[in-house]
């Protein structure tokens, strides 16, 4: 494996969750008999990743009491006293993460593997050397997607007809965020400046992957499974 350190994005509110995330942050929402952060950490345990880092915000004492001496993969927080949205939090993480390169993923997906791991497909296609982000995405059949690609796999703007969703799982550098002067912002603010200079690219996952977003989405994918 190339790339073995990971951070888990968990400090949202969760408020599409309505009355579920009101005395649960939404990584400890239970899809069966585990929550889906540990869902997230024993699949990254068996990837054979050596470092998680972890930032956490809402009911923080939560998800570290939950998380407590459960894994032998040494797990890292970063606590963020005001919310930093998705781009200041992995910004005030890098010291925490001190890597060139690192994996990022939300805490609020599932997926299932069908030939290689997501992180296995990303890690082969990488490239340093014209990739500052490689963003992990999936066909979306039924409504708009995020995103389309070229012919070399990198990401462009097509406002008429974006077939693929950002699944959550990605690759990053450490230095376009040492760039950005402020504390909050979003991961989406990246990507806009990583199109523009023709350096964020995208993989399409061949799995299944399912994004528990909202009420109405855990429910579904709840039926999905009786």
């Known amino acids: 494996m190339g790339i073995t350190t990971i951070m888990v994005l968990a400090a949202g509110l969760g408020k599409r969750m309505k009355q579920y995330s009101k005395k649960i942050p939404k990584p400890l929402i239970k899809i069966g008999s585990e929550t889906l952060i540990e869902k997230i950490i024993k699949k990254l345990e068996i990837q054979g990743f050596k470092k998680i880092v972890i930032n956490i915000f809402y009911l923080k ?3 570290k009491k939950k998380l407590s001496n459960k894994f032998k993969t040494k797990i890292y927080y970063s606590d963020e006293k005001t919310l930093l949205n998705t781009g200041g939090g992995i910004k005030n ?15 609020d997906i599932i997926w299932e593997e069908k030939t290689n791991s997501p992180f296995d497909q990303l890690n082969k296609f990488w490239n340093k050397d014209k990739m500052d982000a490689l963003l992990l995405l999936y066909r979306e059949k039924k409504n708009r997607g995020d995103y389309n690609m070229n012919k070399s796999n990198r990401i462009i703007i097509d406002k008429n007809n974006p077939k ?8 990053l550098k450490s230095s376009i965020f040492l760039k950005k002067k402020e504390k909050i912002f979003s991961l989406f603010s990246i990507y806009q400046q990583l199109i523009e200079k023709k350096r964020l690219f995208g ?3 061949d799995g299944k992957w399912f994004h528990i977003g909202t009420l109405e989405s855990l429910k579904e994918y709840k039926k999905m499974l009786k």
């Open 61 to 63: 004492n939560k998800i």
């Open 93 to 107: 993480a890098i010291k925490i993460l001190k890597t060139k390169e690192f994996f990022v993923i939300n805490s």
């Open 164 to 171: 693929y969703i950002f699944t959550g799982i990605q690759i």
């Open 203 to 205: 993989l399409v996952y």
